[in-house]
């Protein structure tokens, strides 16, 4: 059971770092796209090294997951990021999830609880 918490844990935390940093990075200045300077400046963003220090803690949960599960039990379930991303983007750009993406979200929960059981 811990295995399955901790990897959950692991999944939501890549989810919101993942949501935090796409934010970030979508203001940054257009002439710094592929560009050194982005990273540059995307460091001197504290949401920016929140998302960092989220996705960090969500590789120590993956890490202590692994210590309680196998990697083809722990790894999956790390798919789950997009189910939590997914609403969350959703959410804090004020916009509707299509029916396409639910349905996609489903059938990716499906597939998940079909390859653990």
Same mark, same amino acid.
């Given at each position: 059971?811990?295995?399955?918490?901790? #990897?959950?844990?692991?999944?939501?935390?890549?989810?919101?770092?993942?949501?935090?940093?796409?934010?970030?990075?979508?203001?940054? *200045?257009?002439?710094?796209?592929?560009?050194?300077?982005?990273?540059?400046?995307?460091?001197?963003? *504290?949401?920016?090294?929140?998302?960092?220090?989220?996705?960090?803690? #969500?590789?120590?949960?993956?890490?202590?997951?692994?210590?309680?599960?196998?990697?083809?039990?722990?790894? *999956?379930?790390?798919?789950?990021?997009?189910?939590?991303?997914? *609403?969350?983007?959703?959410?804090?750009?004020?916009?509707?999830?299509?029916?396409?993406?639910?349905?996609?979200?489903?059938?990716?929960?499906? #597939?998940?609880?079909?390859?653990?059981?």
């Amino acid at each position: 059971m811990a295995t399955y918490l901790l #990897g959950l844990a692991a999944a939501v935390c890549f989810g919101v770092a993942a949501v935090i940093q796409q934010r970030v990075a979508f203001t940054a *200045p257009p002439g710094d796209v592929l560009r050194l300077r982005l990273l540059l400046w995307l460091v001197r963003r *504290p949401l920016w090294d929140l998302g960092v220090a989220i996705g960090g803690l #969500g590789s120590l949960l993956a890490a202590a997951a692994l210590t309680h599960g196998a990697v083809a039990l722990v790894e *999956p379930l790390q798919i789950c990021q997009l189910l939590f991303a997914l *609403p969350l983007a959703a959410l804090l750009a004020r916009r509707v999830v299509p029916r396409r993406d639910w349905l996609a979200a489903a059938a990716t929960a499906a #597939g998940l609880a079909v390859f653990v059981a």
